[in-house]
């Protein structure tokens, strides 16, 4: 049974997209070991699913390997934190699976967060203009969970009918490995619409406890077509929620604690979703001395901005009052930072979009070959042959070999800030070339593009509120130098890289170490655990600046111009 007053370092488990991954982090936020095992995933159009039963294996193994590599004891871990991406879980009465798929293969109860077959739900959920939606920046997208569970009841009646919890698949985790039901104010109020500022007036984190869940606008499910949702105290999909961190139930099951290699009773923390996890992680990571130091704590916190880089970005920023920023989601009272409003935008396919835009060109296997043969990544490689490429032409400064190629990164819609799911990627530029210089070049102008994105969702915080001038950044493209490099160019802004590899790994840790009692609050952790790395700074070349701001005028016209093609080609089919 597990003894936590001697127990000293902290578990993270991550559920990403393609893989399960734990980290052992010590009391000075400090990675001892980490192991990741991968994880199935079914995609057939805009259906992408995965199984609770194949990730909670996998969690198993990773977390197993991990205390291995970490050579660390069950009885050393102080507390355990989950995090994952925002993929609705559904099971039944009795916790098994139940299939949200067309197929209905039972294995395939999660639909990934990625999964765009809900956009018509969407649609008609934002024709309702209930005053939830204004804490969605005035829309919810096919990504958010109300949506997907309108397409289940509409289209899969025999599985709604057996569904008794629906969950963010975080909550299922923590779920899975404790036995208790409360859900997150992280998941509940970022994907389900729940109104946490409900309990600001009643709640602050050192009161942790379960909360009733009285945050629930039972007005907006039933208008959407969803009130069976609200039935017994919205029973399917949380009674009660709490803040992140705050211990769940009686710790680990003795069941999950045999699976997972653990004590029995070891402190479960309330999750999070795996990008606000990676702000938990970076969020407090600032060189001593530097960076708003003359400012309060409260206030400087305030003009950072957390960049998760992974398959997609999340751009996280807080604030101590209620910011409402058109096209992007939030504000999220407690959803990250307890206690702090959460301004949330995002990018759905940044480092998919990387692998689309390399994989697709016909350069791309005899590339990946000689990167291989290098012991290298492909990327790698290209950003070796740019450096190259730059000195060869004789480029004022890098940036400037992509003069006559643009790119609009919508390719999996535009989450913010123009909040619209058909906006479509667009090339600008393409010849007959299909060399792998022409490869590089390709790839330097997405790199661009997506940065020139994230400058338009930093410039529409700043003009309705925010006062963002530092980028901390983590997830794996933080490791990619062009790609950092690009971005403190582009929005003219330093970015800080965290000390550690690991920080979405270690938002969870945050998460267990609170649950473990180890600190009173997230923020305490956040301060203890979070460490500066390098930090990138804006180039001081004035030239660079001045060809990046007419890129960046060029990259907003291709969406405009996009706009009104497809207006007159609705025209044209009236």
């Known amino acids: 049974m597990f003894r936590g007053s001697s127990a000293s370092v902290f578990l993270g488990v991550d ?26 995933i079914w995609k057939e159009k805009d259906c992408i699913e995965q199984s609770s039963t194949d990730i909670w294996h996998a969690v198993c193994a990773a977390v197993k390997s991990a205390c291995s590599l970490a050579n660390v004891a069950p009885e050393d871990v102080a507390g355990l934190g989950f995090t994952a991406t ?21 294995r ?50 025999e599985s709604w ?49 379960d909360m009733e869940a009285c945050g629930w606008d039972n007005v907006f499910w039933e208008e959407i077509g969803l009130g069976d949702l609200v039935e017994g105290n919205c029973a399917k999909i949380g009674r009660s929620v709490a803040f992140p961190g705050h211990p769940l139930g009686s710790g680990l099951t003795a069941t999950a604690a045999k699976e997972l290699g653990l004590l029995p009773g070891t402190p479960v923390g309330t999750p999070l979703i795996d990008a606000h996890a990676g702000g938990v992680g970076v969020m407090e990571s600032i060189p001593d001395g530097e960076f708003k130091a003359d400012l309060p704590d409260e ?49 759905s396919a940044t480092g998919a979009l990387l692998d689309y835009i390399t994989e697709n060109h016909v350069a791309a296997p005899l590339l990946s070959k000689r990167a291989s043969s290098q012991s290298i990544s492909i990327y790698e490689l290209l950003n070796k042959m740019l450096l190259s490429m730059s000195h060869e032409k004789n480029s004022p400064f890098l940036s400037a070999l992509t003069q006559d190629i643009h790119v609009l990164p919508d390719f999996h819609g535009n989450r913010s800030p123009m909040a619209d799911p058909k906006s479509k990627g667009v090339i ?58 690009e971005h403190a160019n582009i929005v003219g802004c330093p970015i800080i890289l965290p000390r550690e590899n690991e920080p979405v790994l270690l938002g969870a840790a945050v998460l267990g170490a609170v649950a473990g009692k180890k600190f009173p609050g997230v923020r305490d952790a956040m301060k203890a655990l979070n460490a500066a790395g390098k930090v990138v700074n804006p180039s001081s070349d004035p030239r660079v600046k001045k060809y990046h701001d007419a890129k960046y005028q060029i990259f907003r016209s291709l969406y405009e111009q996009q706009l009104s093609h497809r207006s007159t080609m609705a025209q044209a089919l009236q």
Not at 24 to 40: H, M, N, Y
Not at 119 to 137: D, F, K, M, T
Request: proline share 3%.
């Open 15 to 40: 559920v990403g997209t393609g893989s399960a991954r734990a980290g052992i982090f010590d009391q000075k936020g400090k990675l001892l070991g980490s192991a990741s095992s991968p994880i199935q």
């Open 161 to 209: 009918s057996m569904v008794c919890r629906w969950m963010d698949l975080s909550d299922w985790l923590a779920y899975r490995a404790t036995g208790d039901d409360t859900r997150s104010l992280c998941t509940t109020v970022c994907k389900w619409t729940y109104l946490g500022h409900a309990h600001m007036e009643q709640w602050k984190e050192s009161d942790s406890r």
């Open 428 to 485: 600008y530029g393409l010849t007959l070339d299909t060399s792998e210089k022409h490869l590089a070049l390709l790839y330097l102008a997405t790199i661009q593009g997506l940065a020139y994105g994230t400058r338009h969702i930093v410039e529409h915080c700043n003009a309705h509120g925010h006062k963002i001038d530092t980028l901390l950044a983590c997830g794996g493209l933080a490791k990619n130098s062009i790609y950092i490099q």
């Open 299 to 347: 206030e400087a916190i305030c003009h950072r901005m957390v960049l998760v880089c992974g398959t997609s970005t999340c751009h996280m920023a807080v604030s101590k009052n209620k910011l409402f920023v058109p096209g992007v989601w939030g504000s999220f009272w407690s959803a990250m930072v307890p206690e702090f409003w959460l301004t949330e935008g995002g990018q």
């Open 86 to 106: 925002c993929s609705l879980v559904a099971v039944d009465a009795d916790g098994s699976p139940v299939s949200v798929s067309w197929s209905g293969d039972t």
């Open 108 to 157: 395939r109860n999660i639909i990934v967060w990625m999964d765009h077959r809900a956009v018509n739900q969407a649609e008609r959920i934002n024709a309702s203009n209930s005053p939830v939606l204004q804490y969605c920046g005035g829309g919810v997208s096919p990504e958010m969970q109300a949506p997907k569970l309108l397409w289940v009841k509409e289209n899969l009646q």
